[in-house]
């Protein structure tokens, strides 16, 4: 079956350092993974997506994450944190009519 | 354009009572899904649909029914509320790419839900 894991529940990353979220699937066929991250109280906002091609994605707010199938994995990068990334992140996989097999979530705290 | 659209924010009910959660969208699209998320397990798939009329299981769909009666709205309702339901419970919708696409989904604010 498939499946996802972000082997982090919580991550404290200092203001302006970098940050490495990891995600590892299962998936038998070419996996459509994505990135979604969620602020307190408010719905999921898509991150970014790789379907395919460059193995390197890019995102939004400065996002990125790099596809490796020997690895299984797609993690999610950003080479300086901000405050305002304090949030929770989600990996997903995609399946059949777009249904999403999602991780547990990873909470990013930022501190000062 | 309002996007994805939750009715209502907030519920307390009694176990069991009833209850429907309504999810409108205004961008055309064919499919759409309701999740429920829990702390530390994530979002799990309830229902979905892949058109007006249709709809089909997810992972968790024990004590839910839904309806899609029209193209733009998608029901969750709960006839014998448990405690066990409390969550927030998030709707989401994707345009139609065929049995075999990948489309991203575009989510709405969540309705969070605590049963007595």
């Known amino acids: 079956a498939q499946s996802v894991t972000q082997p982090d529940i919580h991550i404290t990353v200092s203001e302006g350092a970098s940050l490495e979220l990891r995600c590892n699937y299962s998936?038998?066929?070419?996996?459509?993974l994505f990135w979604y991250v969620q602020s307190p109280g408010q719905g999921l906002q898509l991150l970014l997506k790789?379907?395919?091609?460059?193995?390197l994605v890019q995102g939004i707010k400065g996002f990125e994450a790099e596809f490796k199938r020997s690895q299984s994995s797609f993690n999610l990068r950003k080479p300086s944190v901000h405050w305002s990334d304090a949030a929770e992140y989600f990996c997903?996989?995609?399946?059949?009519?777009?249904?999403?097999?999602f991780g547990k979530g990873t909470m990013l705290l930022v501190s000062p | 354009n309002a996007g994805v659209t939750q009715t209502p924010k907030f519920r307390v009910l009694k176990t069991g009572q009833s209850m429907t959660l309504l999810c409108a969208q205004d961008?055309?699209?064919?499919?759409m899904y309701w999740y429920r998320q829990d702390p530390g397990m994530g979002l799990r798939l309830i229902h979905y649909?892949?058109?007006?009329?249709?709809?089909a299981k997810g992972e968790v769909p024990d004590g839910y029914n839904v309806s899609r009666l029209k193209k733009q709205n998608f029901l969750l309702g709960l006839e014998s509320a448990a405690p066990s339901q409390t969550s927030v419970y998030f709707c989401?919708?994707?345009?139609?790419?065929?049995?075999?696409?990948?489309?991203?989904?575009?989510f709405g604010p969540g309705t969070r839900l605590t049963v007595l």
């Open positions: 989401a919708s994707t345009e139609w790419g065929g049995k075999s696409s990948y489309n991203e989904q575009f």
């Open positions: 998936y038998g066929a070419t996996p459509y």
């Open positions: 790789y379907f395919s091609g460059d193995t």
């Open positions: 997903a996989v995609a399946r059949r009519y777009s249904t999403l097999t």
């Open positions: 961008m055309n699209h064919e499919y």
């Open positions: 649909s892949v058109g007006e009329g249709t709809t």
